[in-house]
Nanobody, 119 residues
C-alpha cells in the first residue's frame, strides 16, 4: 500500500516557525512531484507550495518569502518550513504527491496535520 503521512503541526504564536514533514510509506515507493495544500475552516482547500521531482518550486503569493518547500529524495521525504507565521495561516495542511513504484504512478493525499497560529 502506498501512503503519505504528515507530521509537525501544532500550536505556534504569531511570528513563530514550524516545519511540516511528509513521508511516503510502502515497499519500493518513492515520491515524484509533490505539493502542500491547506484548508482553513469554512474555506476551500488551496495550494500552498509545490516541488517537482527535479526540485523546481512554486508558492502561493500569500506565503512567498515565508515558506520554503524542500525534499530529500534519499529519505523519500518532503518538507514545508514555515516562518513568520500569521493567524491566517491557521489550517489543516495536507501533503499531496505522485508516488512511484517501478513503472506505476499514483496520486495520493495524506490525512493532514493541524496548524494553529494564535497568541
Amino acid at each position: 500500500q502506498m501512503q503519505l503521512v504528515e507530521s509537525g503541526g501544532g500550536l505556534v504564536q504569531p511570528g513563530g516557525s514550524l516545519r511540516l514533514s511528509c513521508a511516503a510509506s510502502g515497499s519500493g515507493v518513492s515520491i515524484d512531484a509533490s505539493a502542500w495544500y491547506r484548508q482553513a475552516p469554512g474555506k476551500q482547500r488551496e495550494l500552498v507550495a509545490s516541488i517537482s521531482s527535479s526540485g523546481s518550486t512554486n508558492y502561493a503569493d500569500s506565503v512567498k518569502g515565508r515558506f520554503t518547500v524542500s525534499r530529500d529524495n534519499a529519505k523519500d521525504m518532503v518538507y514545508l518550513q514555515m516562518n513568520s507565521l500569521k493567524p491566517e495561516d491557521t489550517a489543516v495542511y495536507y501533503c499531496n504527491a505522485n508516488l512511484r513504484r517501478r513503472s506505476y504512478l499514483t496520486n495520493v493525499w495524506g490525512p493532514g496535520t493541524q496548524v494553529v497560529v494564535s497568541s
